[in-house]
């Protein structure tokens, strides 16, 4: 089995108002990472999530198209180390 990794994700474009973050909460979860997802201010999205390197490339790979009714313009991530990351992966406000 692989280490766990971590994985911050900015994603700009249409991705508020559109089931952006249950929708990632959804494929997280089935990829059986721990993390969250927000809205930010400035009508971006923030996830972080933990999890083997193959399952983050997947989430980062739908980060990149996300929902039907998303428009994504951009993804900035970034690899982490940092504390553990809490279960089961979860929305916040």
Do not use: C, K
Not at 3 to 29: C, H, K, W
Not at 48 to 77: D, I, K, N, Q, W
């Amino acid at each position: 089995m692989s280490p766990a990794r971590q994985l911050r994700a900015i994603v700009t474009g249409r991705v508020q108002g559109v089931y952006f973050r249950g929708s990632t909460e959804e494929r997280a979860r089935a990829l059986d990472l721990a993390g969250w997802v927000r809205n930010l201010p400035d009508g971006s999205v923030e996830v972080r999530a933990e999890g083997t390197e193959s399952a983050l490339e997947e989430l980062l790979t739908f980060l990149h198209e996300g929902p039907p009714a998303a428009r994504v313009t951009a993804v900035r991530s970034e690899r982490l180390e940092d504390a553990p990351l809490s279960r089961p992966f979860s929305i916040r406000g």
